[in-house]
């Protein structure tokens, strides 16, 4: 197994992270960063695709309103893909604006991320998001080879701790992520009206009677899966999050 290393980005910050090849590794790989003892800890998967402005803007709100704020409180940890797009970039921006202190851990595969400072081995790998205190490096070249990571990372992390997992907007890799956190007893929270994913989530849930998808009918189906509409009131979403990450 691989020893933990830092790297530091364009913009001063530094990160602590560590490459992982095989699940047997994985408890002491995250011991090594510092991992231990039990966390509270948010699974945020999804992205921020074909959202309109305004839908934009108010996500935004709910990350440096209510997200981080509540993570910070309650002590907890984030983890996410880490990269710098979408809900993963509002992620760490939102961190970074209300100065908190949680670790956020993002889970890529290694063949996927161009490293700060290194050059980018193909047009099809992401920059890692700036603010991320942590990244765990994992086998694969396509997006969604760390979906099954992420949910174990995100057990071992939580240990005795509560967990649950937020849902916005997302695509294909987002279903996948779904699919994983709910295997391993996760309570899925979705955020309708975030578009994509997480609306077609909800409408099936809303219209038992339409015709899904067999993926999604699988994931609707769940009794771990919960839905928030975006246009309630945010404190509504604090209160459900508190509800299933306050030990």
Do not use: Y
Not at 32 to 45: A, E, K, T, Y
Not at 147 to 163: C, D, K
Not at 189 to 205: K, M, N, P, W, Y
């Amino acid at each position: 197994m691989k020893k933990p290393f830092s790297f530091s980005f364009p913009n001063g910050q530094t990160a602590d992270a560590v490459q992982v090849d095989d699940f047997a590794n994985l408890s002491a790989a995250l011991h090594d960063l510092g991992f231990q003892g039990s966390r509270p800890l948010l699974v945020l998967v999804g992205g921020a695709s074909k959202v309109s402005e305004a839908d934009l803007a108010r996500l935004r709100l709910l990350f440096v309103e209510v997200i981080a704020p509540l993570v910070e409180e309650l002590n907890a940890d984030v983890v996410d893909g880490g990269t710098d797009a979408g809900v993963m970039k509002m992620m760490g921006q939102a961190r970074s604006e209300i100065n908190a202190t949680f670790s956020l851990i993002g889970v890529a595969p290694l063949g996927t991320i161009t490293l700060p400072h290194a050059v980018a081995t193909s047009s099809n790998t992401e920059a890692l998001e700036p603010h991320h205190t942590h990244f765990v490096l994992v086998p694969g070249s396509n997006w969604g080879d760390e979906s099954p990571w992420q949910a174990r990372i995100a057990s071992l992390i939580a240990n005795e701790a509560p967990s649950v997992t937020l849902l916005i907007n997302g695509g294909e890799i987002a279903l996948l992520d779904v699919m994983e956190n709910l295997k391993v007893g996760r309570t899925v929270v979705v955020i309708a009206g975030s578009g994509r994913l997480a609306d077609e989530i909800a409408f099936a849930r809303n219209h038992p009677e339409s015709e899904v998808r067999e993926k999604v009918a699988e994931v609707v189906g769940q009794s771990h899966l919960l839905l928030f509409d975006l246009s309630e009131p945010m404190s509504e979403l604090a209160k459900l999050l508190r509800q299933h990450l306050a030990s």
